[in-house]
């Protein structure tokens, strides 16, 4: 069964540009979670899809937005680039809201210059 | 943004020794996760604890949810060389819903 996937691997942006980040989760899953990693930190949240709604955000302004497709893929955008946000971006998803088992993609690195 | 206390920060050790790393919180969580993370890698889950005291293991790996519900403990039993790498506890709170919050990481090095 294939893992949760996220495109693409690394991604370079200039300062002001957007950015657009992929994911698409496991089969049967429904929810769909984006985690900030920036480099030697521990994991911040993002946002949380089902059903193709957003369900929660963490503490993130609002030019960090998404959505979630028909097929439970997710994409990720980032307006207005600032140097701060070059972080390992990760997706995770889980099975249903119920459950709380969170499987994790490899990541996009995503580099601000 | 919250996190959980994680401790020791990092663990140098000699293959074929145990290891212990904790987990804590001025919260109650209702939820622990523990995750092992290669460089330039996602998390990948180890083991889900659901029940205060709870004791589960997998294979060399062993979890333990905190009676007080504000902690939860590893525990890797001889340790290989493959067992390197940065280990996140991850906690859901009872008003979190789908939130997991992540611990700062204990990162292991295991010597040959």
């Known amino acids: 069964e294939a893992g949760v996937t996220q495109s693409p691997t690394h991604l370079i942006k200039t300062r002001g540009q957007q950015a657009t980040l992929r994911c698409s989760p496991i089969?049967?899953?429904?929810?769909v979670y984006w985690y900030q990693q920036a480099l030697g930190l521990g994991l911040q949240f993002l946002l949380w899809y089902d059903e193709g709604e957003e369900r929660n955000r963490g503490n993130f302004p609002p030019r960090f937005s998404g959505r979630q497709f028909p097929n439970y893929s997710s994409e990720l955008n980032v307006n207005a680039l600032e140097l701060e946000d070059s972080a390992l971006y990760l997706c995770?998803?889980?099975?249903?809201?119920?459950?709380?088992?969170?499987?994790f993609g490899p990541g996009t690195r995503l580099t601000v210059t | 943004g919250q996190q959980l206390n994680q401790s020791p920060q990092s663990m140098f050790i000699q293959e074929g020794e145990d290891v212990s790393m904790n987990c804590t919180s001025s919260s109650i969580f209702n939820t622990w996760l523990w995750y092992k993370q290669d460089p330039g890698e996602g998390p990948v889950l180890l083991i889900a604890?659901?029940?205060?005291?709870e004791l589960t293991s997998n294979g060399r790996l062993t979890a333990q949810f905190g009676i007080t519900r504000k902690d939860s403990f590893l525990n890797i039993s001889a340790s290989i060389p493959s067992d390197v790498g940065i280990y996140f506890c991850?906690?859901?709170?009872?008003?979190?819903?789908?939130?997991?919050?992540f611990g700062t990481g204990t990162r292991l090095l295991v010597s040959p």
């Open positions: 991850a906690g859901r709170t009872a008003t979190g819903f789908q939130k997991l919050v």
């Open positions: 089969s049967g899953h429904t929810s």
């Open positions: 604890l659901y029940k205060a005291g």
């Open positions: 995770a998803s889980s099975l249903a809201v119920s459950s709380y088992e969170q499987y």
